[in-house]
């Protein structure tokens, strides 16, 4: 069992930036593939980021590369999202989640979920 408590969302304005965090406990964190997953009001949750357990294998969704990073620290059991270059259209609850069942965009493959963090880009 993991559990995953995401943190560091909040109201920034158009252009700003925010680093999420998603702090895990339980099993052995490294041996998880981690994502960023996201929902915005009225549509379904869409795949963001995700990363391999040593760190070494990441990957953007188009919308944001260039802007957002995903990164892990496992000795702190921890994975974040940096955030730049925000726009309106990045509100959304951000949602981590962790996997075993390899590299993949799928949030079926996703076995545990944070309770989400609200990002709201806002002038």
């Known amino acids: 069992q993991v559990q995953l408590v995401e943190s560091g969302g909040g109201l920034v304005q158009p252009g700003g930036s925010l680093r999420l965090s998603c702090a895990a406990s339980?099993?052995?964190?490294?041996?998880?593939?981690m994502a960023w997953f996201r929902q915005a009001p009225g549509k379904e949750r869409e795949f963001v980021a995700v990363?391999?357990?040593?760190?070494?294998?990441?990957y953007h969704v188009d919308s944001v590369k260039g802007r957002f990073t995903i990164s892990r620290d496992n000795a702190k059991k921890s994975v974040y999202l940096q955030m730049n270059s925000l726009k309106a259209e990045d509100t959304a609850v951000y949602y981590c989640?962790?996997?075993?069942?390899?590299?993949?965009?799928?949030?079926?493959?996703?076995?545990?979920w944070g309770q989400g963090t609200q990002v709201t880009v806002s002038s």
């Open positions: 339980g099993r052995t964190f490294s041996v998880y593939t």
């Open positions: 989640a962790a996997g075993d069942m390899g590299w993949t965009k799928e949030e079926t493959r996703y076995a545990y």
């Open positions: 990363i391999s357990g040593s760190g070494s294998l990441t």
